[in-house]
């Protein structure tokens, strides 16, 4: 599975957010004009802060909306599918099947649309975040 190689803008955010939270992330990526972090699950909670206090802070130092997410276990049958709703979240779809690689999603209508985005940035984006954790060649959405 590939890898990302982290700029100095990553690096720096990374380690923005250690200083603020006081967890090491493991990445960070963008998605839908929102800034996504990845921690341990066992630092989940301590990562956003008492009443979301480091969510709150983080978000108006980088003046994007911030998520954090568990990092996923690739080894765990489903995984993929809710590594993928983490991402997408407040979006939801119907099902998710992999098939040599070929992920495939089902959604609603007015889901799809926004799943998929304007000129398929959104597409695009969630397949280079997907493909740094599991062994997938394409996402369709239908």
């Known amino acids: 599975m590939p890898k ?3 700029d100095i803008e990553s690096i720096q955010q990374i380690n923005l ?3 603020i939270t006081g967890v090491r992330a493991m990445n960070c990526f963008d ?3 929102s800034k996504i972090f990845v921690v ?3 630092m989940l909670k301590k990562a956003m802060g008492k009443k979301y206090s480091n969510l709150r802070k983080l978000s108006a130092f980088l003046k ?3 998520k954090i997410i568990k990092s996923p276990n690739t080894g765990i049958p489903g ?3 809710r590594f993928i709703k983490y991402i997408v979240y407040p979006l939801n ?3 998710l099947k992999n098939e040599n690689g070929n992920v495939t999603i089902t959604a609603g209508t007015q889901s799809k649309a926004s799943l998929i985005g304007r000129d398929h940035l ?3 984006q969630l397949l280079e975040i997907v493909k740094q954790y599991f062994e997938i060649k394409t996402i369709r959405i239908i």
């Open 4 to 6: 990302k190689t982290l």
């Open 17 to 19: 957010f250690a200083k």
């Open 31 to 33: 998605y839908a004009n």
């Open 40 to 42: 341990d699950g066992r």
């Open 64 to 66: 994007k909306k911030v």
């Open 79 to 81: 995984e993929m599918e």
């Open 93 to 95: 779809f119907k099902s």
């Open 122 to 124: 959104k597409i695009n």
